[in-house]
């Protein structure tokens, strides 16, 4: 590969690389959404996620830990760059692992406990895939003489026939590479999840963001090695082309044309022209999420239970079935208070949840708002002549949105995520300000 060439191929990793993994980070979504009969999120939200999350607050917990976060995406980039320019594989892996040592030790220089245990769940991880990452590296030396990438790439041979073990111990590997379950706690993005979020906690907003790309990068690269094995059907294809060269075929660009569109359609909610074709319909109705601001996009909520009957706290949850999906609104149930923009509570505030509710508050990053759900954490409900209640939640944190009931129905807490994401905008601007 000349040097022209290797720049080129650097250039591209560096700029395509997240585009890609974000998309098929989106499409991921989009699949388990369908498989437990929900919409699911657009296929952008991945961007959306963000795009919110360089606009929140910098929090430093411990400033080395933000240090070791670049140098995570830093080896992650210069692994990618070595192996999309055909270097070689040993020092791809080693300025991998090198990243994801530097990832951990983030997390354990924030020093908190979830945090520490988070970074010690990834080291027996990173010690469990590592193995089989250089088992693989070796394979590839085995068959084809040579650790280069390029190399590996120019081999005649299908590697898949001459490797199929190391192929399926790197495929089963890659589910902890990929973060896939259940492997994805501490990373995951579904809406269903409502955990904490290990090796991740301690980290929000712009540093939250260095992460997901670092792990967009280390996607690819990570494909680009099983790619290695099916190249030589590229190569025969390619082969083929050159020996027999097609007519141009008009109505087949036609019909794949409209499969995109169909595509498109499915999956980002974008209606071309050319799929609705000549048809008498009216246009489709603008998507409210079109007029939206990316910040509006990515609503990340912390449901807090503070003392009620939990009537409201099933209401809340209800919102995360099919019937309701609200993660096709972008929004997370997240259970971490620094990576959350709203905080919604259930119930009164009494003297036992009263720190507990104060700390999340003060936790969670700029701009944030605060939904009281239900009449309990409205005014106290019921139990508001308790011995040991202070009343609404605004007794103790300043509240956004008030949404009445009892119990609370999942429409008029969808209606109050509605109203607070105007107030988020609002706090936002002023921030900015
Ligand atoms: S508002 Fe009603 S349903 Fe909700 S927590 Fe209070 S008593 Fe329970």
């Not at 906690?201 to 494909?223: C, D, K, Q, R």
Request: aromatic share 8%; glycine share 8%.
């Amino acid at each position: 590969m000349s040097t022209t060439t290797s720049i080129i191929a650097a250039a591209l990793f560096i700029v395509a690389a997240p585009i890609l993994a974000g998309l098929l980070n989106g499409m991921d979504r989009i699949v388990s959404a369908r498989m437990q009969s929900r919409i699911g999120p657009p296929l952008l939200q991945p961007f959306y996620d963000l795009f919110k999350l360089f606009q929140k607050e910098r929090i430093a917990v411990n400033k080395s830990g933000h240090f070791f976060l670049l140098g995570y995406l830093l080896f992650t980039v210069i692994a990618g760059v070595e192996f999309f320019i055909g270097g070689d594989l040993l020092i791809v892996l080693f300025a991998l692992a090198l990243g994801s040592v530097l990832f951990v030790l983030g997390a354990f220089a924030a020093g908190s406990p979830f945090s520490s245990i988070g970074a010690e769940r990834e080291l027996i991880q990173l010690m469990a895939s590592e193995p089989m990452l250089l088992i693989a590296a070796m394979g590839f030396y085995v068959a084809t003489g040579s650790f280069q990438a390029r190399e590996i790439l120019a081999q005649p041979a299908l590697l898949i026939v001459l490797l199929p073990g190391v192929f399926v111990g790197l495929v089963y590997v890659l589910t902890i590479k990929l973060r896939k379950s259940p492997f994805d706690l501490a990373t995951s993005h579904h809406a269903h999840q409502e955990i904490i979020k290990g090796i991740t906690t301690e980290f929000s907003g712009p540093y939250l963001a260095i992460i997901e790309i670092a792990h967009w990068y280390e996607t690819v690269l990570l494909l680009g090695f099983l790619y290695l094995f099916f190249r030589a059907l590229a190569l025969a294809r390619r082969h083929r082309a050159g020996a027999r060269v097609l007519p141009r075929n008009p109505r087949g660009q036609h019909e794949r044309a409209a499969v995109l569109a169909m595509g498109a359609s499915l999956f980002v909610g974008i209606h071309t022209d050319r799929w609705r074709g000549k048809s008498d319909c009216d246009p489709p109705p603008a998507r409210e999420g079109c007029a939206m601001s990316l910040l509006k996009k990515s609503p990340w909520i912390l449901h807090y239970d503070g003392a009620s009957c939990n009537g409201c706290d099933i209401e809340v949850l209800a919102c995360l079935t099919p019937r309701y999906d609200v993660e096709r609104l972008g929004i997370i149930n997240t259970g971490n208070p620094k990576h959350a923009d709203i905080l919604l509570i259930t119930g009164n505030i009494n003297e036992q949840c009263l720190p507990v509710v104060k700390t999340i508050y003060e936790q969670m990053p700029n701009p944030k708002v605060v939904i009281a759900v239900g009449i309990c954490a409205t005014s106290g409900g019921i139990f508001r002549d308790c011995y040991n209640t202070r009343g609404g939640v605004d007794t103790t944190i300043p509240v956004d949105v008030y949404v009445p009931g009892c119990a609370v129905r999942p429409e008029a807490i969808i209606d109050g995520v509605v109203q607070a994401l105007a107030i988020l905008e609002q706090k936002h601007a002023e921030m900015k300000a």
